[in-house]
């Protein structure tokens, strides 16, 4: 049985992800790449679908647990009634190589360990013929996919697993390389482990350690970055928005998603969190990600894609995995990627237009590509779509959806670029014009004047946080402020903002999940908007709270059960969590300058 959510860290390599449980065992791995198929999938399932667990015999063993600073390098020290001992675990950043590199150092008396590897391929089901080679090496086929484990410790084969018991000195080094390979094509070349080490702590300190300082949020928006950093997919410049699938929104519910591929949408929160943190050439990356991916007719627009911009994202269950704690289906591919999503749009346009206006260059086709998309965007922004929330139920004319478009059309209006004709500028300054009264018209409740989810509907939306956010209207203007006070008393569960009300039926799925922590960290947003800093330090701190003793987050947090939910580490909610901590900063910096001047024109 897996553990809970928080109980994993991540490693990788940006091109795949492993999580390792606080006991040593690691419990989901995909290769070559985030999207591919897992070999290591005890995460829905059981240690027969594939493990890989190095731990102490000692049964009273505890541990404790922490990244090399600055690095997605994962040292795990154990203390036994005979001694102690670190397990360094990480993927190898080293040419194109996949893996993971473990070595096991003793550091007092003698510890004795035991290991277990369980390969099983393509999501667990495929068990692989497994040999050991002349040269020590252990070698598990099956089908296209290779895996070759090197180490001085010899495994034997036993009930399908290849099993060892080994001891570990002070001043000794065991090493463990098990490397991916397709096994038609020649044997990876073997990975010499501590030098592996040296150069991947080196290429994740020296990316570390160019982030902007957030003041005394600099360590967690660090490590936040560096897990976003970890989620990026190098060849290309895609980011994932987790690297596992199914893991429930609710446990044993049906709320179970597969999130290995990019959503186009988080290009406007991403590319401001990496513009604030000073990485240019990772928002320059993304963005070009963004710009192949959407190449194309705008009808034809996805909300998401895979990690090189492929379109077809088919979804299809696994029966044979019994998913996290039960929690069926376990899904592979995303029928999102098939649904009608307004607000992306908006969310594209804004993008762009926050790169261009954070020294990010555009190219020059990109005023020609906006302008297409527009124009199939006015023809378009008053049908009803599935919304940000991806629903499965009927489209609906929502109204973050609404503001999105508004924000397309606005954003675009506002840009100073050479040579475009003038009467395009005004005529998308008349559609945002236009979109702006509308969603005032049929968007807010006629009796206690806040926004609601849909036109026509009497429900509250998280989503609607992000109409401060968008500058939609002033943030002292009645309806936000009745917004928020509104999601404060009707979204708000044990301190914490879920998107909606389940119970309502609206997104065609069975009730329950936890509360969503990105929108949690919008709430933080807002308070600073509205001059309500306290309020924002208090809720950022409830929030950052719940990050795991490595500082990762998940999609959602239900603090009935005080438990992690959804996949698992979550792009989204570090994203949020980054802005939020700039947003913090930012307002009391220019608070500190307005104190500064009003303290120089009082001894003027």
């Given at each position: 049985?897996?553990?809970?959510i928080e109980?994993?860290?991540?490693?990788?390599?940006?091109?795949?992800?492993?999580?390792?449980?606080?006991?040593?065992?690691?419990?989901?791995?995909?290769?070559?790449?985030?999207?591919?198929?897992?070999?290591?999938?005890?995460?829905?399932?059981?240690d027969?679908?594939?493990?890989?667990?190095?731990?102490?015999?000692?049964?009273?063993a505890?541990?404790?647990?922490?990244?090399?600073?600055?690095?997605?390098?994962?040292e795990?020290?154990?203390?036994?009634?005979?001694?102690?001992?670190?397990?360094?675990?990480?993927?190898?950043?080293?040419?194109?190589?996949?893996?993971?590199?473990?070595?096991?150092?003793?550091?007092?008396?003698?510890?004795?360990?035991?290991?277990?590897?369980?390969?099983?391929?393509?999501?667990?089901?495929?068990?692989?013929?497994v040999?050991?080679?002349?040269?020590g090496?252990?070698?598990?086929?099956?089908?296209?996919?290779?895996?070759?484990l090197r180490?001085?410790?010899?495994?034997?084969?036993?009930?399908?697993?290849?099993?060892?018991?080994?001891?570990?000195?002070?001043?000794?080094?065991?090493?463990?390389?098990?490397?991916?390979?397709?096994?038609?094509?020649?044997?990876?070349?073997?990975?010499?482990?501590?030098?592996?080490?040296?150069?991947?702590?080196?290429?994740?300190?020296?990316?570390?350690?160019?982030c902007?300082?957030?003041?005394?949020?600099s360590?967690?928006?660090?490590r936040?970055?560096?897990?976003?950093?970890?989620?990026?997919?190098?060849?290309?410049?895609?980011?994932?928005?987790a690297?596992t699938?199914?893991?429930?929104?609710?446990i044993?519910?049906?709320?179970?998603?597969?999130?290995?591929?990019?959503?186009?949408?988080?290009?406007?929160?991403?590319?401001?969190?990496?513009?604030?943190?000073?990485?240019?050439?990772?928002?320059?990356?993304?963005?070009?990600?963004?710009?192949?991916?959407?190449?194309?007719?705008?009808?034809?627009?996805?909300?998401?894609?895979?990690?090189?911009?492929?379109?077809r994202?088919?979804?299809?269950?696994?029966?044979?995995?019994?998913?996290?704690?039960?929690?069926?289906?376990?899904?592979?591919g995303?029928?999102?990627?098939?649904?009608?999503?307004?607000?992306?749009?908006?969310?594209?346009?804004?993008?762009?237009?926050?790169a261009?206006?954070?020294?990010?260059?555009?190219?020059?086709?990109?005023?020609?590509?906006?302008?297409?998309?527009?124009?199939?965007?006015?023809?378009?922004?008053?049908?009803?779509?599935?919304?940000?929330?991806?629903?499965?139920?009927?489209?609906?004319?929502?109204?973050?959806?609404?503001?999105?478009?508004?924000?397309?059309?606005?954003?675009?209006?506002?840009?100073?670029?050479?040579?475009?004709?003038?009467?395009l500028?005004?005529?998308?300054?008349?559609?945002?014009?236009?979109?702006?009264?509308?969603?005032?018209?049929?968007?807010?409740?006629?009796?206690?004047?806040?926004?609601?989810?849909?036109?026509?509907?009497?429900?509250?939306?998280?989503?609607?946080?992000?109409?401060?956010?968008?500058?939609?209207?002033?943030?002292?203007?009645?309806?936000?402020?009745k917004?928020?006070?509104a999601?404060?008393?009707?979204?708000?569960?044990?301190?914490?903002?879920?998107?909606?009300?389940?119970?309502?039926?609206?997104?065609?799925?069975?009730?329950?999940?936890?509360?969503?922590?990105?929108?949690?960290?919008?709430?933080?947003?807002?308070?600073?908007?509205?001059?309500?800093?306290?309020?924002?330090?208090?809720?950022?701190?409830?929030l950052?709270?719940?990050?795991?003793?490595?500082?990762?987050?998940?999609?959602?947090?239900?603090?009935?059960?005080?438990?992690?939910?959804?996949?698992?580490p979550?792009?989204?909610?570090?994203?949020?969590?980054?802005?939020?901590?700039f947003?913090?900063?930012?307002?009391?910096?220019?608070?500190?300058?307005v104190?500064?001047?009003?303290?120089?024109?009082?001894?003027?």
């Open positions: 049985m897996a553990a809970r109980d994993y860290a991540m490693i990788g390599n940006c091109r795949s992800a492993a999580l390792v449980r606080r006991d040593g065992s690691i419990d989901w791995m995909c290769v070559p790449r985030f999207d591919a198929a897992a070999c290591f999938a005890a995460l829905l399932g059981t027969e679908h594939g493990r890989w667990l190095i731990a102490p015999h000692d049964a009273e505890t541990s404790t647990r922490s990244y090399i600073d600055g690095s997605l390098v994962l795990t020290v154990w203390t036994t009634s005979t001694g102690r001992a670190r397990v360094v675990d990480f993927m190898p950043i080293v040419g194109d190589a996949v893996g993971i590199v473990r070595i096991v150092e003793g550091l007092e008396g003698r510890v004795d360990f035991g290991t277990d590897l369980v390969i099983r391929f393509d999501y667990g089901c495929s068990i692989p013929w040999v050991r080679q002349e040269d090496s252990t070698r598990a086929v099956a089908g296209p996919d290779l895996l070759i180490s001085p410790v010899e495994l034997e084969g036993k009930d399908f697993h290849s099993v060892a018991d080994f001891a570990v000195n002070a001043g000794e080094s065991i090493p463990f390389v098990l490397t991916y390979g397709q096994s038609h094509l020649p044997a990876p070349d073997p990975i010499d482990a501590a030098d592996a080490l040296e150069k991947t702590t080196a290429f994740w300190e020296e990316w570390s350690s160019r902007n300082g957030t003041g005394e949020w360590d967690i928006v660090r936040s970055l560096i897990t976003l950093k970890g989620l990026s997919y190098l060849p290309t410049g895609g980011l994932v928005a690297p699938t199914s893991l429930p929104e609710h044993g519910g049906s709320r179970n998603w597969d999130y290995r591929f990019c959503w186009a949408r988080d290009a406007t929160y991403m590319l401001t969190a990496l513009v604030n943190a000073g990485y240019h050439d990772e928002a320059a990356a993304w963005r070009d990600w963004v710009r192949r991916a959407i190449a194309g007719t705008p009808g034809q627009l996805q909300v998401l894609y895979g990690l090189a911009g492929e379109r994202m088919h979804e299809h269950e696994l029966d044979f995995l019994p998913g996290y704690e039960n929690s069926r289906p376990v899904r592979i995303n029928a999102a990627a098939e649904q009608f999503q307004l607000d992306i749009f908006g969310e594209l346009v804004g993008a762009f237009d926050h261009l206006r954070n020294g990010v260059n555009m190219k020059p086709e990109d005023d020609s590509v906006q302008a297409v998309f527009l124009d199939h965007l006015a023809g378009i922004w008053r049908t009803p779509d599935e919304g940000i929330w991806e629903i499965r139920g009927e489209p609906q004319h929502f109204v973050h959806s609404k503001v999105m478009a508004w924000l397309a059309f606005r954003r675009a209006a506002d840009q100073v670029r050479d040579g475009r004709d003038p009467a500028t005004a005529r998308w300054a008349e559609l945002a014009d236009e979109i702006h009264a509308d969603i005032l018209a049929n968007g807010v409740h006629p009796e206690h004047g806040y926004f609601v989810q849909a036109y026509g509907s009497e429900h509250l939306d998280a989503s609607l946080l992000l109409v401060t956010l968008t500058d939609f209207l002033p943030p002292d203007d009645p309806r936000v402020l917004t928020i006070e999601i404060e008393t009707n979204l708000m569960v044990g301190g914490f903002v879920r998107r909606y009300h389940t119970q309502t039926g609206v997104d065609g799925l069975p009730p329950g999940e936890g509360e969503f922590l990105p929108c949690s960290f919008w709430l933080v947003e807002n308070f600073v908007a509205t001059g309500r800093h306290e309020d924002a330090r208090e809720l950022f701190l409830r950052v709270g719940l990050c795991n003793d490595v500082g990762l987050l998940a999609e959602e947090y239900d603090p009935r059960s005080k438990r992690l939910l959804g996949n698992f979550q792009a989204f909610s570090h994203v949020a969590l980054v802005n939020a901590a947003s913090m900063t930012h307002a009391k910096s220019a608070t500190a300058d104190h500064r001047g009003e303290s120089v024109a009082q001894r003027a």
